[in-house]
């Protein structure tokens, strides 16, 4: 960090100290997403736009040592700091057999609000870099009462209770990653516009956990 506000205090190019930032953090386990809150934290202090170089950098240097030392697999997806497919099916297995034991229909009381942001042919970098906004956005509307996941590069899903006000929180959070993503210059990663829908769950866990299967690409 001390290299990258050298660099910034220089009027240098912040792309290689953001790098050697971006290995640092990985190197010691910190998520994408809490790295680039690093960069965009120190912009901010010094009243500066986010520089998109800084951003690159940075999400280079942690693909690269996840690349070579991959961590350990878990619960919770490194770059975007959300938890797994797994661990999303899980919670709709709890959500199934609570409603059973109070006589109550899944379809009726939750949903998945599914978002996709891919394009093709990415590089590792905005992939994560993509995944870490997406993430963060995700986590700071829905909060931990919502179970989340990211199904595959690129789509997300959360599991909220079925309202009249599930669609329209579904077309907040559309705008809401699409802005994101503009401030931290990642727009050109994601899919314009982003799609962002509702879709409705079966009757019983395994027929959820072959929906899961189906949304992944």
Not at 127 to 133: D, H, V
Request: aromatic content about 4%.
């Amino acid at each position: 960090m001390d290299a990258l506000v050298e660099a910034l205090e220089a009027g240098r190019s912040p792309e290689m100290a953001a790098h050697r930032l971006g290995t640092a953090r990985s190197a010691a386990g910190i998520g994408l997403d809490e790295t680039l809150d690093d960069v965009g934290c120190l912009y901010r202090s010094v009243g500066a736009p986010l520089d998109v170089d800084a951003v690159r950098g940075a999400a280079q240097g942690w693909v690269l040592v996840r690349e070579r030392e991959p961590g350990p697999s878990g619960l919770r997806d490194p770059a975007t700091g959300l938890p797994t497919a797994d661990y999303l099916g899980e919670r709709l297995r709890e959500t199934y057999g609570f409603a059973q034991r109070a006589d109550r229909d899944v379809p009726d009381s939750h949903c998945l609000v599914i978002l996709d942001v891919a394009v093709d042919e990415l590089g590792a970098w905005q992939r994560m870099a993509r995944a870490a906004s997406v993430g963060r956005t995700l986590d700071q509307v829905f909060g931990s009462g919502h179970p989340m996941a990211s199904l595959s590069d690129g789509v997300f899903a959360v599991l909220c209770e079925r309202g009249p006000e599930t669609a329209r929180l579904a077309q907040s959070v559309r705008k809401i990653v699409e802005r994101n993503a503009e401030v931290l210059g990642v727009a050109e990663s994601m899919r314009r516009p982003v799609r962002v829908w509702v879709e409705g769950l079966p009757d019983s866990h395994q027929a959820a956990l072959e929906l899961l299967r189906q949304l992944h690409r």
